[in-house]
C-alpha cells in the first residue's frame, strides 16, 4: 500500500525544497488562551486527517489551528510573493499567515494546510499580522459555499479564537482561520520569481507544473512553459466563467490573490450579487470599479497577461518570439472565457442544443434583468420553476421582469426554443436545477449570522452553512434564505479581510 492510500498525517513539505528567497522560516505563534470554535470534519476526512484530529484534546487542536504548536515536528514557513495591487506593483508575501504542513491526501493530491491571523511574519510591512472572528467566520462561510457550488476554490478545515482582544472597528476577538489549498502558488508568487535570476524562476515554473499540471511532462512538449500558460489561461477563465454564472464578486482580484492552480482564493471583500447590474461592486475600497461584477472576465485576462510576463524568459530565448507566443496564449482567454460562459447560461435558461438564437435569448434576457433591476439569483430559479411547472411568483426581485410584455415575448421565443428540442421538460427542469442554485450566501444573512457567531451563538451560523451544502436543491425550508436584503442594505459594503 502506498503512503497516501492510507489515513493519517502524510506530510511532505515540498515547497521548502525551492531557493530560500521563496519562503522565510517562521517561529510558531504564542497564544495564550485558544480556542477551537468550528471544524471541518468532513474536509479532514477528505484530507485523511479526521482521525489524526479526533485523537487529540479540545487544547491541542485548539493549538494546532491556531498555530502556537507544530504538527508533527514540521517548521511554519511564510511564503515570499509581490502583485499588482489594483493596478501597482508591490513586494507582499504571507504578511499574517503562515504554512504549517502540506499533506498528501488520501486522493494522493498534495494540500497545503496554512493559517491566516497567526502573527507576524517578515512579510507583515507594519502589519500586526492578526485577524479578527468575523471576517475568518465568513471566509469559512463563503469558501466552503463556493465549494459546493461546484467552483474550484480554497477550502477550510477550521476557525479558532486567540483569546486575544484585537482593535480594529474597536476592540475584536482574535482568530486564526486554517485554510486548505491545493497550493498557494500565486500570479504574484512568479512575479515575485521574475525579480530574481532565471534559474530560480524555472525552478518555480518546474514546482508548479510537477504540482498542478503534472500532465505536461508526459505529453512531449516543446515548450512545458508555455503549456504551463495554456493551462493557466485555461483554468482561469473558466474558474471566472463560474463566477459570473453565480454571481459572485471577488471584489479584489489582485494578481496576488489570482492562483495558478485555478482555485478561487481570499474572500476578503467578496460578496454575490443581488440585483443584476453589471456595475455592481461592493468592497469599500473599490472606489473606481476596477474589480466590479461586469469587470472581472477583462481583469481576469489583465492578471493572465502579467502571469505571461513573467514567463517570457523561459517561453523563447528571443524575446520577440517569446512575446508572440505568449500573445497568442492569451488571445485565447476571451474564447475560452466565452465558452465557458456562454455553455453555463445555455444550461441555466435550459437550452442543450446548438439552438440558432440562443445568444441573442441569453443577450436579450440580461439587458432585460439590468434594465427592471431583477435579482439574479432568482429570476432563473423562478424560470427554473417555470420550467417544472411551479410557481414562483413568490420569489422577490422578479415581479417587474415576470409581468412585463417584453419579457412575455422573451418567454414565448424561449419556449419555442425548448419544444424544439424535444427533450421532456420534466429532465429540462432537472438539468435546469443544477444550473440554477435555489440559494446563495446572501449579504443580509451572511452578516446576520456571522454577527450572531461571532458573539458565539452559532445555531443560525450552522443551519445556514448546512443549507449551503446543497444550493442546487429546491427544499421549500430554505425559502426564508432567498429573502433579498432589506432596502437598509442595498447599499452594502464589504471591508477587506482585516
Ligand atoms: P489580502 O488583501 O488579504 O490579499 O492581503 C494583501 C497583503 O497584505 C498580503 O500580503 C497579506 O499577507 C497582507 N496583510 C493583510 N492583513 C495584514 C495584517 N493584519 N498584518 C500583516 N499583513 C497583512
Ligand atoms: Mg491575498
New binding site residues.
Given amino acids: 500500500m502506498n503512503l497516501s492510500e492510507k489515513s493519517g498525517w502524510s506530510i511532505v513539505n515540498t515547497y521548502e525544497k525551492l531557493p530560500k528567497k521563496f519562503y522565510s522560516k517562521v517561529k510558531n505563534a504564542n497564544f495564550l488562551n485558544p480556542k477551537l470554535i468550528l471544524y471541518n470534519e468532513s474536509l479532514a476526512k477528505t484530507l485523511g486527517i479526521d482521525e489524526e484530529i479526533e485523537k487529540l484534546s479540545e487544547d491541542e487542536k485548539a493549538e494546532i489551528f491556531v498555530g502556537n504548536k507544530p504538527i508533527k515536528h514540521t517548521k511554519p514557513i511564510a511564503q515570499a510573493?509581490a502583485?499588482h495591487?489594483f493596478g501597482h506593483f508591490t513586494i507582499?508575501?504571507?504578511?499574517?499567515?503562515m504554512l504549517i504542513a502540506e499533506q498528501q491526501a488520501l486522493d494522493g493530491k498534495i494540500y497545503d494546510l496554512h493559517l491566516k491571523?497567526s502573527g507576524?511574519?517578515p512579510?507583515?510591512?507594519?502589519?500586526?499580522?492578526?485577524?479578527v472572528i468575523k471576517p475568518m467566520l465568513r471566509e469559512y462561510l463563503i469558501s466552503e459555499a463556493m465549494h459546493y457550488l461546484g467552483i474550484s476554490t480554497t477550502r477550510s478545515l477550521a476557525v479558532s479564537l486567540t483569546g486575544e482582544e484585537i482593535y480594529r472597528n474597536g476592540m475584536e476577538q482574535g482568530a486564526v482561520l486554517a485554510r486548505v489549498a491545493s497550493s498557494h502558488l500565486r500570479v504574484g508568487t512568479f512575479e515575485f520569481a521574475s525579480l530574481n535570476e532565471k534559474e530560480d524562476l524555472k525552478k518555480l515554473a518546474n514546482y508548479a507544473i510537477k504540482r498542478h499540471y503534472g500532465e505536461i511532462l508526459t505529453q512531449n512538449e516543446e515548450n512545458i512553459y508555455t503549456k504551463l500558460l495554456q493551462n493557466v489561461i485555461e483554468k482561469q477563465a473558466n474558474l471566472i466563467a463560474k463566477w459570473q454564472l453565480v454571481g459572485f464578486i471577488h471584489g479584489?482580484m489582485?494578481t496576488?490573490?489570482m492562483t495558478i492552480s485555478g482555485e478561487s482564493i481570499?474572500y476578503?471583500p467578496c460578496a454575490f450579487m443581488n440585483e443584476y447590474d453589471v456595475n455592481t461592486v461592493f468592497s469599500s475600497i473599490d472606489r473606481n470599479g476596477r474589480y466590479a461584477y461586469g469587470n472581472q472576465p477583462s481583469i481576469g485576462q489583465w492578471n493572465l497577461s502579467k502571469f505571461a510576463d513573467t514567463l517570457l524568459p523561459l517561453i523563447h530565448k528571443d524575446e520577440d518570439m517569446a512575446v508572440k507566443i505568449a500573445t497568442k496564449a492569451l488571445s485565447k482567454y476571451s474564447l475560452k472565457f466565452n465558452k465557458a460562459f456562454i455553455s453555463g447560461m445555455k444550461a441555466k435558461i435550459g437550452l442543450l442544443n446548438n439552438e440558432d438564437d440562443y445568444l441573442e435569448l441569453i443577450q436579450n434576457l440580461l439587458t432585460m434583468m439590468q434594465e427592471m433591476g431583477a435579482d439574479y439569483t432568482n429570476t432563473f430559479v423562478r424560470l427554473t420553476l417555470k420550467m417544472g411547472g411551479k410557481d414562483g411568483s413568490y420569489l422577490q426581485g422578479t415581479k417587474e421582469l415576470f409581468d412585463s410584455s417584453k419579457f412575455k415575448i422573451w418567454q414565448k421565443k424561449w419556449l419555442e426554443n425548448i419544444n424544439s428540442s424535444k427533450i421532456d421538460k420534466k429532465q429540462i427542469f432537472e438539468n435546469m436545477k443544477k444550473a440554477n442554485p435555489f440559494i446563495i450566501p446572501r449579504n443580509n444573512i451572511v452578516e446576520d449570522v456571522l454577527k450572531k457567531a461571532s458573539s458565539g451563538n452559532f445555531e443560525e451560523f450552522n443551519n445556514f452553512l448546512n443549507a449551503l451544502k446543497n444550493p442546487y436543491e429546491y427544499k421549500d425550508k430554505n425559502k426564508n434564505y432567498q429573502e433579498l436584503p432589506p432596502k437598509t442594505m442595498q447599499k452594502y459594503q464589504t471591508f477587506?479581510?482585516?
Fill in positions: 510573493y502583485g495591487q507582499l508575501g504571507d504578511g499574517r499567515a491571523g507576524t511574519t512579510y507583515s510591512r507594519g502589519g500586526d499580522g492578526k485577524a479584489v489582485n496576488d490573490n481570499d476578503g477587506c479581510g482585516t
